[in-house]
């Protein structure tokens, strides 16, 4: 049982490419969510999906999109990389609303 | 969802009981208390959760105030793996189905020999 799985584990970009970032979680859980951390802060909410079909804006959407592909996948896209976007990506998942949250490894993410 | 407040860093022994604090004044009766925690900059790690009763896992003791505008997070017998940032977060029980949550900075929690 693998959990929440985040691909890659580090990735540098050179300002205005673009590049997903992959999350799968086999706990069939309904719920997924995209965070970043900038240093020394806490996680911030990008996007998330309460069910499969449906995508919302977090705290800090611009810049980024989603795609819920299936029950299990939810990928985060930076169309135009900015160094203001070098953060650690962390994917989330929950089974119900109220339910504790499970978390990937992360995602390091540099843009130059 | 309310605020929290939380100490910025704590020293505790190994095998001593870590007591972690947290306020959160602004607190209403909708809302639960969650504790995760973060080692070493991995993903987030669900510690517990209560609403108004005080609550025990394997992992830890959560102490919810009477008026519940404070709680406090104890590890009963810390080691040096229970070093991490500690995030205590008030969350509106949900009447959706996302379960969004919001992290301040957290507390650092060093273990000591």
């Known amino acids: 049982n693998a959990g929440v799985t985040q691909t890659p584990k580090f990735q540098v970009l050179k300002t205005g490419q673009s590049m997903t970032l992959q999350c799968a979680q086999d706990m069939n859980h309904n719920s997924m969510y995209w965070y970043r951390q900038d240093p020394g802060m806490g996680l911030r909410l990008i996007y998330y999906?309460?069910?499969?079909?449906?995508?919302d804006k977090g705290e800090v959407p611009n810049g980024y999109n989603v795609s819920r592909l299936n029950k299990r996948e939810f990928s985060l896209r930076l169309e135009s990389a900015a160094p203001s976007q070098t953060s650690v990506y962390f994917c989330?998942?929950?089974?119900?609303?109220?339910?504790?949250?499970?978390f990937g490894q992360g995602t390091r993410l540099t843009v130059v | 969802d309310a605020k929290t407040t939380q100490p910025t860093s704590m020293d505790c022994a190994e095998g001593r009981a870590a007591n972690l604090p947290c306020n959160h004044s602004?607190?209403?009766?909708?809302?639960?208390v969650y504790w995760y925690r973060q080692i070493h900059s991995q993903g987030p790690q669900y510690i517990i959760h209560?609403?108004?009763n005080n609550e025990t896992n394997e992992m830890a003791s959560l102490i919810i105030t009477e008026d519940r505008k404070s709680s406090t997070l104890i590890l009963p017998h810390a080691t040096l793996r229970d070093t991490a940032v500690y995030y205590c977060?008030?969350?509106?029980?949900?009447?959706?189905?996302?379960?969004?949550?919001?992290f301040g900075t957290g507390t650092r929690l060093q273990v000591t020999l």
């Open positions: 999906s309460a069910s499969e079909g449906t995508t």
């Open positions: 989330a998942s929950t089974r119900l609303v109220n339910t504790e949250a499970f």
């Open positions: 977060i008030v969350k509106e029980v949900g009447t959706g189905t996302a379960s969004k949550l919001t």
């Open positions: 209560g609403l108004k």
């Open positions: 602004t607190i209403s009766g909708n809302e639960y």
